[in-house]
């Protein structure tokens, strides 16, 4: 398979009330080029699910990665979202995939569901693309650090088992100039307090919002946009 390892993929905005509109893809660093070069065909895209109960959340996020495609001159014939509704079909539904798109969101619920549907096993047999958004790409990581961005995720594990398909520690959304996490939190620092820690004694990649890591079928990674080693409670540029 193809893999993208992203923060973010900007198929909509916020409106002045909070509500998601569609967008075409921004070519941000050459991403919808590199999608639309190892893209073959338009017949199914599927979107896993981050939450597999939000039902309402999980309808619209369908309809607006779906429409954001359409926008960009790439409509698919079937657009289908991997949830609790049809998990029992998710290797039939991902193995008829062109594009499989792994939500953001939380990270410990969807490696539970990611586990649960044999996602990875399913992916072992994958030839087509697969790109992952925020916690979507951290599981797809042989270990997900799971700082918490909310009071209510301070409860939860620090380290998640992931999939395993890449062996990098993955932090999303970090701007490596100023150390910081590019979504902050009221209540305490994101990265000094929790990702910087978390980083002795192992060595995590930051990535910015729109940059991205290319994983070819050889396995052969390039990055795409800025990139940072975090090691040590220390971060450096490293493309």
């Not at 969807?110 to 087509?128: M, S, T, V, W």
């Not at 062996?167 to 000094?192: M, V």
């Not at 890591?213 to 795409?224: N, P």
Request: hydrophobic share 40%; charged share 30%; proline share 4%.
């Amino acid at each position: 398979m193809i893999t993208f390892l992203t923060s973010l993929l900007r198929t909509h905005y916020y409106d002045d009330n909070g509500r998601r509109v569609p967008v075409a893809l921004v070519d941000a660093n050459n991403i919808l080029t590199n999608i639309r070069k190892y893209l073959k065909r338009t017949d199914r895209l599927v979107v896993v699910a981050n939450n597999p109960d939000d039902i309402e959340d999980n309808d619209e996020k369908i309809s607006i990665v779906a429409e954001s495609f359409r926008l960009t001159g790439l409509g698919f014939k079937q657009n289908i979202m991997l949830d609790s509704r049809n998990e029992d079909k998710a290797t039939e539904i991902v193995s008829g995939a062109d594009i499989v798109i792994l939500s953001g969101g939380k990270c410990v619920g969807q490696c539970k569901f990611f586990e649960r549907i044999g996602l990875k096993d399913i992916l072992k047999q994958f030839d087509g693309i697969v790109i992952g958004i925020s916690a979507g790409s951290m599981g797809l990581c042989r270990a997900v650090p799971n700082f918490p961005e909310e009071i209510a995720d301070l409860a939860d594990p620090r380290w998640v088992t992931g999939m395993g398909f890449v062996d990098e520690l993955l932090i999303p959304h970090y701007d490596g100039q100023t150390d910081s996490y590019q979504f902050p939190c009221e209540d305490f620092d994101i990265a000094k307090d929790y990702i910087l820690p978390m980083s002795m004694g192992k060595k995590m990649i930051g990535l910015p919002n729109d940059s991205y890591i290319l994983i070819d079928k050889d396995g052969a990674k390039r990055f795409y946009g800025d990139a940072y080693e975090i090691a040590d409670g220390k971060s450096k540029k490293i493309h």
